[in-house]
């Protein structure tokens, strides 16, 4: 359909009929995909944007209802900053301060109404969540609530709101929040948003994504607005994330001979599945090229990683890179930060410091997945008390 419509608006314009001109109406940014199908559209298309208004407008729309009521409003000027050129967020607020100073009807003489906006905010928005927070926890958890996890669509939702244009191009998104590219990253290339979203029927009212500009965005200045004014630390806490505060870049690193690479993989994926960050080699090549490979992995297996997962088969103590990565993480058996898996096949002893720490088994005689999901099982575990551990750090959450 975009491409019949690119198509059709090309022709109009080489027909150079002076009168003729194709609206659309519909979701933000929408002219962005189709100059996708059609890129000599791009210097033909103007965008009109809705509900944007200058704070001259919203003060004469405010001013208006001033003199309908004979009142001044002492927050006028705060409300006009608050609305975001919104008439209607402006006109919510402005009712709650009559409200609030039991203003129904026009005064005799000029009243000046001196009412708290921090007040009609916190009352504006419990009327908001009534009809809101649903939306919001569903896309904030994404198909399934993963506790344990990097809550990849909450930081989304976040960055969203944070936006002055109500939309975001999830690739500059990333690219101004790095710590977040693994998480959130992962999400948008494999699809996973875009299966969500058409399975979210419920979140069509609030957000739209378009999968081929990766572009998302919100309509409603009211969501927008709610989104706005959250407390995110608090609502993070009432969707269930343990925690939004990560000690390393990943959860887990795994370190592998590559023999093992088919276990490696489906332990990832497995991971993968439950939003925990992984790092495995295989997934960063495109990072790794024309990059020093012992500068880039070294700070991995040293810090960055929270936990390291050390798969000791039998190749294990054969290959170059395992030995330069084990030499990296060894120190890191003290703090309690490795966690080694054995193979049922592996002389005793081939790695002696891991004897002295509690590890998995796995077993070449018995169906491997299930004791692959056995194990993630019992990682996400181990994550998920690492997440509500005490801590004395500040929580640096997606946003204050």
Known sequence: MKKIVADYMKTLADEETPNSKLILVGINKAGDSLV????????RVDTISLETNSEARVDELISKGEAALNIKINTKSQIISDSHGSFHIAQMLCREVCLSAIILERQEEVTHVAVSLEVVRERVLEELARVFFDQARHFATGPRLRREGRAPYLHILNWLAQHEEWSIQLD????????????????????YLDVFMKNSTNLDEVIHYDPITRILSIEDPKFIYYLRNLIWN???KQVGYLSTNFKGRYDFALSFAGADR?????LDTLLSDLEILVFYDKNEQHRILASNIEDYLAPIYRSEAEFIIVLLSKDYPLKIWTKFESEQFKKRFGENRVIPVWFSDSPPGMFDLSAEYGGFMIDHGKNITDQLVELRDTLAKKLAESRIA??????EIVAS
Not at 172 to 191: C, F, T, W
Not at 262 to 266: G, M, P, Q, R, V
Not at 390 to 395: A, G, H, K, Q, S
């Open 262 to 266: 088919s276990i490696a993989l489906e």
């Open 36 to 43: 996708k199908f059609a890129a000599d559209l791009n210097n």
């Open 234 to 236: 608090k609502f993070s």
């Open 172 to 191: 500059q998104a990333l690219s101004s929040h790095p710590e977040q590219r693994g998480s959130v990253g992962q999400v948008i290339d494999k699809g």
């Open 390 to 395: 005490p801590t004395t750090e500040v929580e």
